[in-house]
C-alpha cells in the first residue's frame, strides 16, 4: 500500500473512531440546548418587547431544532424561533440579529418539510432575511449572515427550482473566509465546495489556510458552548482532508 493510501486510510480509521461516540455527544448537546431554550423562553416571556431577549430566544430555538430528533419537533421549534423573528423585526427592522435568526429558523422549518413545494418557497424568505441582515452587519456571528448565503446558494437546486448558484455560492463563501478569517467553519464551508467543483488546487490552499488558523480558533473559541461545534468541525476536517487526498494523491494537504 502506498504512503498516499495509508495516509487515506488512516483519516477514515479517525472518522470511524469519531462515530463511535457521535450518539452519546449528540444527546448531551441535546440536553444542554434543551435547557438553554426553556432558560431564553423564560427570559422571553418575562419582556417579549426586549431586543435582546427576543433574538436570543430565536437563536435558542434554533440551536434546539438542529438537535431535534424528528421532523415534527424540528418545526414546531422553528415556528417558535420564526414568531419571535417576526415580532421583532416588525418592531425594529434594522436589528441585524433579528433577521439572522429570522432566516435561521426559516431554513430549520424548510428542513423539516422538505422536499415540498412549501420547503422551496421558505428558501426566498431565507435568502432575503440573511441578505438583510448581511447589509445590517456583514460580520455578526463571524460573518454568518455572509457564509450562510454562501451555503444556501451552494445547497439549494438551481434555478428554476430554487435559487441555488455555483458563482453565487462561491463568491458568498469567499467573502465570509475574508470577513472572519479566525473562523474555522469559514473555511471548511469554503473548501467542501471547492473539493465537490473538482477545484482540487484551491481546496488544498483553503485546508492549508485552515490548518494555519486551527491551533489559535481552538484556543479562543473554548469551553462548552463551542463543544458541539469543534464536534462538528474535527469530523468535516479529517473528511475534507480525506476526500482532497483522494483527489489528488502525493499532494500535501
Known amino acids: 500500500m502506498t504512503k498516499t493510501k495509508l495516509a487515506v486510510a488512516g483519516l477514515f480509521l479517525c472518522m470511524a473512531a469519531s462515530l463511535c461516540t457521535a450518539d452519546a455527544s449528540k444527546k448531551i448537546y441535546a440536553v444542554r440546548a434543551e435547557k438553554a431554550f426553556l ?6 416571556q418575562s419582556a417579549t418587547n426586549n431586543t435582546t431577549n427576543a433574538w436570543q430566544f430565536a437563536r435558542a430555538c434554533f440551536d434546539f431544532a438542529e438537535l431535534a430528533t424528528n421532523a415534527t419537533q424540528r418545526a ?7 414568531a419571535a423573528g417576526r415580532q421583532l423585526v416588525a418592531r425594529e427592522p434594522k436589528s441585524a440579529p433579528g433577521h439572522y435568526y429570522f432566516a435561521m429558523n426559516y431554513g430549520e422549518l424548510a428542513d423539516a ?19 438583510t441582515a448581511a447589509e445590517l452587519d456583514e460580520h ?11 451555503e444556501l446558494y451552494f445547497q439549494a437546486p438551481g434555478w428554476p427550482l430554487s435559487v441555488g448558484g455555483k458563482r453565487k455560492a462561491r463568491d458568498w463563501l469567499e467573502r465570509a473566509a475574508a470577513l472572519a478569517p479566525d473562523y474555522p467553519e469559514n473555511f471548511l464551508n469554503l473548501a467542501e465546495a471547492q473539493l465537490k467543483w473538482r477545484q482540487t ?7 492549508q489556510k485552515l490548518d494555519a488558523l486551527w491551533p ?11 463543544e458541539s461545534s ?3 468541525w474535527r469530523g468535516r476536517r479529517l473528511a475534507a482532508k480525506a ?3 483522494r483527489l489528488a494523491p502525493g499532494k500535501k494537504n
Open 140 to 150: 455578526f456571528d463571524f460573518a454568518g449572515p455572509v457564509r450562510n448565503l454562501g
Open 201 to 207: 488546487a484551491e481546496a488544498l490552499k483553503t485546508l
Open 39 to 44: 432558560a431564553a423562553q423564560t427570559q422571553f
Open 76 to 82: 414546531d421549534l422553528a415556528r417558535l424561533g420564526i
Open 216 to 226: 489559535a480558533a481552538q484556543t479562543n473559541l473554548a469551553g462548552v458552548a463551542w
Open 113 to 131: 418539510e422538505a422536499p415540498s413545494l412549501a420547503a422551496y418557497k421558505l428558501v426566498h424568505e431565507v435568502e432575503r432575511e440573511f441578505k
Open 243 to 245: 476526500e482532497a487526498a
Open 230 to 232: 469543534w464536534d462538528d
